[in-house]
């Protein structure tokens, strides 16, 4: 059985950092792009970041790039997300998603809430 | 970039009842178009992909269909359980995206 499971979401400054893990099981790890995708309170889904199955290609939405870093540690079956110089729009729920064939998220984490606040 | 539309923003519908649901793409995406559900609390959910093929255990009473840029959800029976949110997300081109939602409550 697939299972995603993200930590590391809480309250931050604006201006601040954090970094979300996501911690995958029930299927081969490397094998397979993931993704985050964000979720505003009351809002539609907006998708973040891509990484290849072994790493190394990334891709992120214009509104993150030059901020957030997605990266993977395939020994560890862990994706990471390394936001910086958060601001309060940047506040949702992170999902992270394994991504089928290209860019279809089969499978989706329960989310961790992300506050950017004063 | 590719902006998809959903409309109307909530149906309403009594359980038995079939429910189509409808996305636009702004150009055409072929059929590189999936549709999600999500109830309150919890993440969404994979149902179709590639505008008509279902995802692993998803039940029968769900298809999709269309290609270019109109295409449609239909849920034949409407079951208490699918009472949610449903989200278009489109693969066509980079960036990937999703619609706004259409949210399906009970009448």
């Known amino acids: 059985e697939v299972q995603l499971v993200e930590s590391g979401g809480g309250l931050v400054q604006p201006g601040g950092s954090l970094r979300l893990s996501c911690a995958a099981s029930g299927f081969t790890f490397g094998s397979y792009a993931m993704t985050w995708v964000r979720q505003a309170p009351g809002k539609g889904l907006e998708w973040v970041s891509t990484i290849s199955g072994g790493g190394g290609s990334t891709y992120y939405a214009d509104s993150v790039k030059g901020r957030f870093a997605i990266s993977r540690d395939n020994s560890k079956n862990t994706l990471y997300l390394q936001m910086n110089s958060l601001r309060a729009e940047d506040t949702a729920v992170y999902y992270c998603a394994k991504v089928q064939g290209a860019t279809v998220f089969d499978y989706w984490g329960q989310g961790t809430l992300v506050t950017v606040s004063s | 970039e590719i902006v998809l539309t959903q409309s109307p923003a909530t149906l309403s519908f009594s359980p038995g009842e079939r429910a189509t649901l409808s996305c636009r793409a702004s150009?055409?995406?072929?059929?590189?178009l999936a549709w999600y559900q999500q109830k309150p609390g919890q993440a969404p959910r994979l149902l179709i992909y590639d505008a008509s093929n279902r995802a692993t255990g998803i039940p029968a009473r769900f298809s999709g269909s269309g290609s270019g840029t109109d295409f449609t959800l239909t849920i034949s029976s409407l079951e208490p359980e699918d009472f949610a949110v449903y989200y278009c997300?489109?693969?066509?081109?980079?960036?990937?995206?999703f619609g706004p939602g259409t949210k399906v409550d009970i009448k």
């Open positions: 997300q489109q693969r066509g081109s980079w960036p990937p995206s």
């Open positions: 150009q055409s995406i072929s059929s590189f």
